[in-house]
């Protein structure tokens, strides 16, 4: 099977440049991320981050064909040769399929991912009815793969001022929950015209998204959010 | 004085999965200054791929006790686990479920707004009269709810995070003290000494051994390779967990907790055969029955599909709104992997590697302990380990389902609590020992210097296909014999290994290699401890000794690196305040 590959090391490289790769692959191998780890035998210095291998984790994020997706979820059958791979774009390189993510976490921490309540807590568990509960489904499963915000492009020109897809379907995740008690400091956190409102609602997050999340979706209800409080 | 760059904290947590972070929210919260150090980002770490639930006896769906599951647990470990500890954590259970609950955990919820609970495997009410629904789920992606939650929690309390950072070698004195750990930045290929008062492993498991593993790339032991050089012995390291379903030829796990919400599993007359093995829980038996009785299936020519080896689990008739509800990563993970969907056809499934039971002797504050003189369990100063990496032991021969999180939220929380109570902040670091870092730059030295020699990738392969032939399901004298030459072979193969690589820049190849010793230690501590053991239980079955054998092993195996000697220990049969339960036999 015929690859071209983004490689760039910055202690060898001048710039970015494209290698091939033909490569014969065992009749086991049924991912991507399969053929990856078969490359690394034949050249060690290929860098790519992998974990689970089942898509939970997150890891193996990359530009497959012009598309975002994880390499371990990404069946070799439903790929055009040769398989052109590139690092997620929009995000500085490290190293091959490596880029650097703290953009990506930086806009993460900044929604305060985390539930807000400060009543004292009763003895058992907080009570949710399964309503409420499943208020969360399509949300809480994000993997933090940044497939969707690195297909954005209001992510890729304003990385530092929008939170981008994966923090704003998180920031939801949060609002939604029945337990929750900051909803106005969340609101207010992101009224803004960068923070939230960068959002056009070209929904490439939800193309690209390997969990099949909507975050445009949760991104138009926060927006429905807020306009509603102003009213 | 030292070569390496040093930084100091009070404590230090190596690994961010579901242990490190239930231990490092205590120590941020307490206001310690406390690093963790992981290989990945911590929502990365492999709890995140936990499936079923975690086990607590709420009492949310029937009546429940913390001594009911005491009973289950210490049945399923086959008595081989310590009777203290498994007290310890199952009444500690409901509480630290409740806290991941105030964290933000999105269980599952039931009509009434409390928590969730489905049957799982060696569960049960009474003391083994009926299945019991204990086991705390978010649909079948519990681990990675609970990660996360951890995660967000350790953000709020600001834990500082050293990510992509591997642990390499523990630092100790002449005096056996642990003083902290050298480490690798990945991304620059800077080392450095992380100097700590307190360092924790929570490095999670190995199943990279063995070549069937649903484990992740990086469960490499790399918690158990620097314990073992670092002179510490790793315990019951024979016991391994095989999962009941694994993808057939992928690995992937498919949960337990497809068979506590009504699956069952069909040989190729389509019969129900865990009838005939486990006559009252049937297909919710604890795993190691479970695998032993698929793998006599497959052996006696009852195996499905054109070669006869794997079996099937039948989930359609439960119908696709539970299937959605319940289990709907687990539908993705069979359409993706095995190319069915659960909604209509069976998933071909064998037991596959998941689990290790032993790991580095620590006591219920996490505290590593070693025998010295006549004393068993001799505290390690400045080292902790919790999880996965650990042997407490809760687990014993055969760990049951759910156990693994609710392990890691007990004793991650217990030993964050330990080093809250000793006060770091007023004491002082000890003087560096001068040689401190040694070990580990001669480690790199000879990766740097190797122009050729073996392949990393082809020496570690060799390792898990040795362990699969030779350390699978059902062992005996001579497979284990020749496994252990094989795997000294291996040693001294990973010896002379070369890499191509030699960039700084977030070189995946040395950390490869770097691993690939772990993973050597992993698997003589296994070899040797199994090759030993001439009885068969929980998991550890042997065909030569089919029986368990009480007289001489109820015991705990203790291997070292040093001359791959073996000791034993005994197991603590005596709870801290209920009766014990003595050893019987062992029907489901």
């Known amino acids: ?231 | 004085m030292s070569r390496l760059p040093v930084r100091r904290f009070d404590a230090l947590i190596i690994g961010a999965g579901g242990a490190g972070m239930r231990a490092s929210l205590q120590l941020a919260e307490a206001g310690l200054s406390v690093a963790v150090l992981s290989k990945v980002f911590p929502t990365r770490s492999h709890t995140v791929a936990a499936q079923g639930g975690i086990g607590a006896s709420l009492g949310n769906m029937s009546e429940d006790s913390w001594l009911w599951h005491m009973y289950d647990t210490i049945k399923g470990s086959d008595w081989l686990g310590d009777q203290d500890a498994i007290e310890y954590m199952c009444r500690m259970a409901p509480q630290v479920v409740y806290e991941l609950e105030h964290y933000g955990m999105p269980f599952d919820r039931n009509a009434d707004g409390t928590i969730y609970q489905r049957p799982f495997g060696g569960h049960s009410a009474n003391f083994g009269e009926k299945a019991i629904q204990r086991a705390c789920a978010v649909a079948d992606r519990t681990g990675h709810a609970m990660l996360h939650t951890l995660y967000q929690r350790n953000v709020r309390a600001r834990t500082q995070f050293f990510v992509e950072w591997m642990a390499l070698d523990l630092i100790r004195d002449a005096d056996g003290e642990v003083l902290g750990v050298t480490a690798l930045e990945m991304e620059t290929g800077e080392v450095m000494i992380l100097e700590a008062k307190a360092t924790m492993f929570a490095t999670g498991g190995a199943g990279r051994i063995f070549a069937a593993s649903t484990n992740a790339f990086i469960n490499t032991g790399d918690g158990l390779g620097m314990a073992a050089r670092a002179g510490v012995p790793l315990q019951d390291m024979e016991f391994w967990q095989f999962h009941p379903t694994g993808v057939a030829g992928a690995g992937v796990l498919i949960t337990e907790a497809v068979r506590g919400e009504g699956g069952i599993l069909l040989n190729s007359q389509g019969e129900r055969f865990m009838e005939r093995y486990a006559p009252n829980l049937k297909d919710l038996a604890s795993r190691d029955i479970v695998s032993r009785s698929m793998d006599q299936e497959i052996k006696e020519g009852r195996g499905c599909g054109p070669h006869k080896d794997y079996v099937l689990l039948k989930l359609d008739h439960l119908g696709p709104e539970v299937i959605n509800k319940r289990l709907p990563s687990i539908r993705e993970i069979a359409i993706k992997f095995a190319n069915v969907d659960p909604i209509r056809e069976p998933i071909p499934v064998v037991p596959t590697i998941h689990y290790m039971m032993g790991g580095i002797p620590t006591n219920v504050h996490g505290q590593v302990v070693v025998p010295q003189g006549a004393d068993p369990t001799v505290v390690v100063p400045g080292l902790y380990a919790v999880g996965e990496c650990a042997c407490v032991s809760v687990h014993g021969a055969n760990r049951l389902g759910t156990n693994s999180l609710l392990d890691l939220l007990v004793f991650g929380r217990s030993a964050g609590n330990h080093v809250v109570s000793l006060n770091l902040s007023a004491q002082s670091h000890r003087p560096l020992p001068q040689d401190a870092g040694e070990l580990s730059l001669a480690r790199l030295a000879r990766l740097d210097a190797a122009t050729s020699g073996e392949s990393v990738a082809e020496v570690a392969g060799d390792l898990r296909k040795s362990m699969q032939a030779h350390c699978g399901v059902f062992r005996n004298q001579q497979l284990l014999s020749e496994g252990v030459d094989k795997i000294l072979e291996l040693e001294a193969r990973a010896q002379r290994t070369a890499i191509g690589d030699k960039s700084r820049t977030f070189n995946t190849a040395r950390v490869e290699a770097l691993e690939l010793d772990n993973l050597i230690e992993t698997a003589k501590a296994t070899i040797y401890s199994a090759e030993a053991r001439r009885e068969s239980r929980g998991a550890q079955a042997r065909s030569d000794y089919p029986a368990r054998d009480d007289a001489n092993w109820l015991k705990h195996t203790l291997w070292y690196r040093d001359g791959n000697r073996l000791d034993y220990k005994p197991v603590n049969l005596k709870p801290l305040t209920v009766d014990a339960f003595p050893p019987k036999a062992r029907t489901y």
């Open chain 1, 1 to 231: 099977m015929k690859f071209r590959i983004y490689r760039y090391d910055p202690e060898k490289d001048a710039k970015p440049r494209f290698q091939e790769y033909d490569i014969a692959l065992d009749p086991h191998d049924r991912m991507l991320l399969d053929a990856l780890v078969r490359l690394k035998v034949v050249d060690d210095s290929l860098a790519f981050r992998r974990s689970c291998r089942e898509g939970v984790c997150g890891s193996d994020a990359m530009n497959i064909n012009g598309t975002n997706g994880l390499a371990c979820i990404t069946n070799l059958k439903t790929l055009k040769e040769p398989v052109e791979l590139r690092p997620l774009p929009g995000l500085p390189v490290v190293r091959d399929l490596i880029v650097d993510m703290s953009q990506f976490f930086k806009q993460y921490h900044s929604i305060k991912p985390y539930l807000v309540n400060d009543e004292p807590p009763p003895e058992r568990e907080r009570l949710q009815s399964p309503e409420d509960r499943e208020s969360l489904d399509g949300l809480y499963e994000c993997i933090l793969c940044a497939c969707c915000s690195t297909a954005c492009p209001s992510f890729w020109w304003n990385p530092d001022k929008f939170v981008g897809p994966a923090g704003l379907l998180n920031a939801y995740r949060f609002i939604a929950d029945s337990r929750d008690r900051d909803l106005n400091d969340r609101l207010d956190n992101l009224e803004d015209p960068y923070r939230l409102f960068r959002c056009h609602s070209i929904m490439n997050c939800v193309d690209v998204c390997p969990k099949g999340l909507n975050p445009t979706r949760a991104i138009g209800n926060i927006k429905t959010m807020i306009v509603k409080r102003a009213v």
